[in-house]
């Protein structure tokens, strides 16, 4: 019934931009806090920001002033903007809806290369 579903990812060169969206179904994410994760080839997955219910933002270091985390709870909708992109931000981007605990998305692919 609950489903997380990620879209907007792909290839891009460096210093391009991507606009990843998470549509969740199944419940209303006015009453959750979201969050955007990553994990790289070899490497843990990590958080890369968050919203709060009430809208309050936050971002790893190094996704700070490239990576806009934002929410629409008419549409169900969270969405990570992200420009200036590098190599080092090629991973797997999750989608998540409630934390602690909550719903996970599958993950979508995003690669940053020359």
């Known amino acids: 019934q609950e489903q997380v579903v990620e879209s907007g990812g792909g290839s891009v060169q460096p210093g391009g931009s991507l606009r990843l969206s998470c549509v969740v179904s199944?419940?209303?994410?006015?009453?959750?806090?979201l969050a955007w994760y990553r994990q790289s080839t070899g490497k843990q997955r990590e958080l890369v920001a968050s919203?709060?219910?009430?809208?309050?933002?936050e971002y790893a270091d190094f996704v700070k002033g490239r990576f806009t985390i934002s929410r629409d709870n008419a549409k169900n909708t969270m969405f990570l903007q992200m420009n200036s992109l590098k190599p080092d931000d090629t991973a797997v981007y999750y989608c998540?809806?409630?934390?602690?605990?909550?719903?996970w998305g599958q993950g979508i692919q995003v690669t940053v290369s020359s």
């Open positions: 919203i709060t219910i009430g809208e309050i933002a």
């Open positions: 199944g419940r209303k994410i006015s009453m959750y806090n």
């Open positions: 998540r809806c409630g934390l602690p605990g909550g719903i």
